[in-house]
């Protein structure tokens, strides 16, 4: 079979695929309009965007603070127990 023909029996069969998907598209009622870009189904929920949680300087060096004297408390235990 030559390539060219090929070409044309594949791109019969995408414009086929392309109808009926926009006849499903049609049925369901939604839009496919970024769907395929963001990975998403149609009709899928996008996701919650991810958020970080900062930690001002002050509050990591209360954290760092408490911490070491957590460690002092449970060496002084430990000796005591000795």
Do not use: C, F, W, Y
């Given at each position: ?57 002050a ?9 070491k004297?957590?460690w ?11």
């Open positions: 079979m030559d390539v060219s023909r090929i070409v044309k029996a594949l791109e019969d069969k995408r414009s086929l695929l392309d109808t009926a998907i926009a006849e499903v598209i049609a049925l369901n009622g939604h839009s496919q309009h970024g769907a395929a870009v963001a990975g998403l189904t149609i009709g899928e929920p996008p996701p919650p965007p991810i958020t970080t949680r900062k930690v001002s300087a509050a990591r060096r209360k954290m760092s603070l408490a911490q004297a957590r002092v408390a449970r060496r002084k235990a430990a000796k005591i127990a000795r």
